[in-house]
């Protein structure tokens, strides 16, 4: 079984940072992209970033320049680092990644979320 936990979440002032990690772990063959979502109050989830297997980061625009995602292959982690962070960031924050369990079957997993706050 394959589990995504997240961390990280709190509540910051408007300027302020937060870094979110989120930790892979089960039977993992191999890790494939990776990446986090948002949800805000009576919003759709949206894409925020995601980095590949080969280390490339992609952004939606309103995080460009504020927002970097990474990851650490050894700890089967990936991190986003928020940085100027602002009140339209509020969101529940998901982690998600394609990954191929050690029974060679490759799907989405989602972790469980965790809650931003940014106090305007």
């Known amino acids: 079984q394959v589990q995504l936990v997240e961390s990280g979440g709190g509540l910051v002032q408007a300027g302020g940072s937060l870094r979110l990690p989120c930790v892979a772990s089960?039977?993992?063959?191999?890790?494939?992209?990776m990446g986090w979502y948002r949800q805000a109050p009576g919003k759709q989830r949206e894409w925020v970033a995601t980095?590949?297997?080969?280390?490339?980061?992609n952004y939606v625009d309103s995080v460009k320049g504020r927002f970097t995602i990474s990851k650490d292959n050894a700890k089967k982690t990936v991190y986003l680092q928020m940085d100027s962070l602002k009140f339209e960031d509020t969101a529940v924050y998901y982690c998600n990644a394609a990954i191929i369990s050690s029974l060679g079957v490759m799907r989405d997993y989602w972790g469980q979320g965790t809650q931003v706050t940014v106090s305007s």
């Open positions: 980095i590949t297997s080969g280390g490339s980061p």
């Open positions: 089960g039977s993992i063959f191999r890790i494939n992209a």
